[in-house]
């Protein structure tokens, strides 16, 4: 019987190329030490910052490196008032976690006080085992925001090693859309803290779930507060290109592919619709 962890510990928003190089670097020293994979994350960031993935995203991403066992810690004041020892003593002992691996320069504990050297030392005091991970690159949590806030999705999705998504339900909305010719789906986003990506239109693929079996369509997105139309609020629309058929209510998933042009103002509905005639053909031709 396996007892005892391999463990490492982060928000992992995104779980993007350097997480993934990270969690894969805990399941292959699980496996040289015969012990068990474990990550060590939160339910929110203490920041309260805009977040990349909801917290199932994440837990299905992680999983896909191997790792079956996550412990999602409630980040309360409580846990935030633990040092970075009693952190290694009341939550790491308890998980049995035997081998550390951390990034020489990350931090854990009050206020981050303390550093790697101190869990070294820590861990040698509490039989746990710390290690040093290899530099995981330039890629961060904070990249991927400022591609994303400047629209550019394609690097987002080289950054994050998949395309950005966005979950949420489809409601009612004014029906601008459908009076050109382009019925939308006003999505309202499953985490009201994830970041959205700049305003303008994208090409998207949008899966939708209809019982056990899941679609896939073409789709085109658009972010903005639809200008031609006077002052709006912002709005998260999306065409489903050959769909037909009653979306109220549907859970929908976005996969941004890439970013088609800026928010516009046009002179008149008519040009709108010429403008959105030829984005259909540019996402066809983008997908």
Request: charged fraction near 25%; charge should be neutral; include cysteine.
């Amino acid at each position: 019987m396996i007892m005892g962890y391999v463990a490492t510990i982060g928000m992992f928003d995104g779980v993007h190329q350097g997480h993934r190089f990270v969690l894969q670097q805990v399941v292959a020293c699980a496996r040289q030490q015969g012990l068990q994979p474990l990550c060590i994350t939160f339910d929110h960031s203490p920041r309260r910052e805009q977040v990349l993935t909801t917290l199932d995203e994440k837990l299905r991403l992680i999983r896909q490196t191997g790792i079956q066992r996550i412990e999602v810690l409630p980040f309360t004041d409580a846990l935030r008032r633990l040092t970075a020892r009693a952190f290694m003593e009341q939550v790491l002992r308890q998980l049995q976690v035997q081998v550390l691996l951390i990034g020489y320069d990350n931090r854990f504990g009050h206020n981050r006080e303390e550093g790697f050297d101190d869990y070294v030392r820590y861990g040698r005091q509490l039989g746990i085992e710390v290690r040093a991970l290899p530099a995981e690159g330039t890629v961060s949590s904070s990249l991927i925001r400022r591609q994303l806030l400047q629209g550019a999705v394609r690097e987002a999705a080289d950054s994050l090693g998949h395309p950005y998504l966005l979950r949420g339900t489809v409601a009612h909305g004014e029906h601008i859309g459908t009076r050109l010719g382009f019925p939308t789906a006003n999505i309202e986003p499953e985490e009201p803290r994830q970041l959205i990506p700049a305003s303008g239109v994208y090409a998207v693929r949008v899966r939708t779930a209809d019982g056990s079996q899941t679609c896939v369509w073409k789709g085109m997105m658009n972010i903005g507060t639809r200008p031609t139309f006077g002052p709006h609020a912002q709005t998260l629309e999306v065409h489903l290109l050959d769909y037909e058929g009653d979306l109220y209510g549907q859970q929908l998933t976005v996969e941004f592919v890439a970013r088609l042009r800026g928010e516009q103002t046009f002179e008149s509905p008519e040009a709108l619709r010429e403008q959105l005639q030829k984005d259909a053909i540019e996402v066809k031709r983008q997908l």
